[in-house]
């Protein structure tokens, strides 16, 4: 193609390729065009033609049928102004649209989910789904699939659950021997401590230690790291409280594997004459309220269902432990009352308790509870005396000042709080033996430094371990017992190190070194 254009620029002529001539006559004004304008015009035009002739041919060879001939020129050829689009883009919106009514409607009654993609693949071939019916099946197999993501983590909270409540073979054989060794063996059954010690037991140059438990083995760990760790051991009295079924076992284990300097001594809860029905007849309803009893002792997958919240179950079946109605978790709050310990001199800053405050900290799980995470604020008694955003503590290790205990209502208090969740048929909290003790002891306690006892080691793996070797006391709180197979194997050697596997009850009842 060739462009003439006249001297005058009055006149332009287009010669085509095949000889024909097409003759432009322009009459231009000067005064209202300039001649460099018209010019640049023609000049773009002339180049565009051409473009414009082949895809109009394009065009034209498709059929005007399948598209329109302004959007076949746009997709096919045209550059972006003219109107090109991504077909991949276009198809996702068109999907996106589909997907967001899809969504807004309820999957139909007895749809089939298939089992695989590839016979979701095959149904469509099959039976020539639209694209609606697509969009449905898909949702349907991605609900589908949620559900059985979901179930699963609820199994697995339940099954863990009863992993964490059940008493290893291991443990049950320990008990066992140990009881069998007491009624053979004077040794195992010799007086703890020796009755030249015995007025260490009430001397308040000691310091005493209050250990409640039915677990041997935790026990001697407990005593056993403490020993080791302390500077004076030999003013160290731990008073070791079990009950009936587990006393013969527990003194046999202390009596045979003795940790001198240290003083220990054992008792049982049947030992004690002041605790009796009568003298506490709202934890002895605890034991033998029928309700409760099926609360704690009866299916804990009754209550489960799609909609919870896998970490939520988890605490509601922790709470729903046993251990929660054992007399022995209820026993500390007679402690100033009773001939359990003497006192100790502590400075607690004029409180009663000394305890690490759980509403601060790193650890965003561990360490962020307050009221509202243990009691119920839909229930008017709670509203009312209760303040949702009050700091919790930990109630599993403390310092007590039993002088200062006992010029409180504490142990009243308490027991008027359990009394009124049993009237509210547990309607009040459900996280056992903490939450009447945050009422109880509230205005009473002294915050201590978190290093001094760490907290959830039974609770999650990701702690830290330079953290958990800086800190006086680890707790293990929490489902996650390092006795347990569940126990989490790096944070199981802080505990391990302080089981002797040599004594022969330990090896004789297979509890190795993992």
């Not at 050829?77 to 589909?98: A, C, E, M, Q, T």
């Not at 002792?297 to 489960?304: K, N, Q």
């Not at 509203?383 to 919790?392: G, I, K, M, V």
Request: aromatic share 10%.
């Amino acid at each position: 193609m060739q462009v003439h254009i006249s001297p005058s620029m009055r006149t332009i002529t287009i010669c085509t390729s095949n000889g024909l001539l097409d003759l432009m006559k322009i009459k231009v004004a000067a005064r209202h065009f300039s001649y460099r304008t018209l010019f640049h015009t023609m000049l773009i035009l002339a180049v565009l033609l051409p473009f414009v002739f082949i895809l109009t041919a394009v065009v034209t060879l498709e059929g005007v049928n399948k598209c329109s001939s302004l959007d076949c020129l746009g997709r096919r050829w045209g550059p972006k102004f003219l109107g090109r689009s991504d077909d991949s883009l276009r198809l996702v919106g068109d999907l996106h649209k589909l997907f967001n009514e899809v969504n807004h409607e309820g999957v139909p009654d007895g749809l089939k989910v298939p089992s695989s993609f590839g016979e979701f693949v095959d149904e469509i071939k099959n039976n020539r789904y639209d694209a609606k019916m697509v969009a449905v099946k898909i949702k349907a197999m991605v609900e589908y699939l949620e559900k059985e993501v979901k179930l699963a983590k609820l199994q697995e909270s339940v099954y863990k659950h009863y992993a964490a409540t059940a008493i290893p073979k291991t443990m049950q054989c320990l008990s066992l021997r140990l009881t069998d060794e007491y009624s053979s063996n004077a040794h195992a059954r010799k007086q703890l401590p020796s009755p030249e010690l015995l007025p260490s037991l009430s001397n308040n140059n000691y310091h005493h230690f209050v250990l409640a438990t039915d677990n041997i083995l935790a026990a001697s760990v407990v005593v056993s790291s403490t020993v080791k760790a302390s500077t004076k051991p030999e003013n160290i009295v731990f008073h070791l409280i079990t009950d009936k079924k587990t006393y013969a076992a527990m003194h046999s284990w202390f009596a045979l594997n003795p940790l001198s300097p240290a003083i220990i001594e054992v008792k049982g809860t049947h030992q004690f004459d002041w605790l009796t029905r009568e003298n506490i007849p709202v934890l002895e309803a605890i034991e033998s309220h029928q309700g409760i009893r099926k609360y704690y002792h009866g299916s804990h997958t009754a209550e489960t269902i799609l909609s919870d919240n896998p970490r939520l179950l988890s605490s509601k079946l922790q709470a729903r432990s046993p251990k929660y109605i054992l007399m022995l978790n209820h026993l500390r709050i007679y402690l100033p009352e009773r001939d359990l310990a003497p006192l100790w001199d502590i400075d607690l800053k004029g409180k009663v308790c000394g305890a690490v405050e759980t509403c601060r900290g790193e650890d965003s799980w561990v360490m962020s509870k307050r009221f509202k995470n243990y009691f119920n604020f839909s229930h008017p008694l709670i509203a009312e005396n209760l303040d949702p955003e009050e700091c919790a503590w930990a109630y599993g290790m403390n310092m007590f000042d039993l002088r200062a205990w006992r010029m409180t209502n504490i142990r009243d208090t308490y027991l008027y709080w359990i009394k009124e969740n049993l009237k509210a048929n547990l309607a009040l909290w459900r996280f056992g033996t903490l939450p009447p003790a945050l009422i109880a002891f509230s205005g009473h306690v002294h915050p201590i430094d978190p290093s001094w006892h760490m907290l959830g080691l039974g609770y999650q793996h990701a702690t830290s371990l330079d953290a958990v070797r800086r800190a006086a006391v680890i707790h293990y709180n929490g489902d996650f017992k390092p006795w347990l197979g569940i126990g989490f194997k790096e944070l199981r050697p802080f505990w391990t190190k302080h089981v002797n596997f040599s004594n022969d009850f330990i090896r004789n009842c297979n509890i190795v070194e993992p």
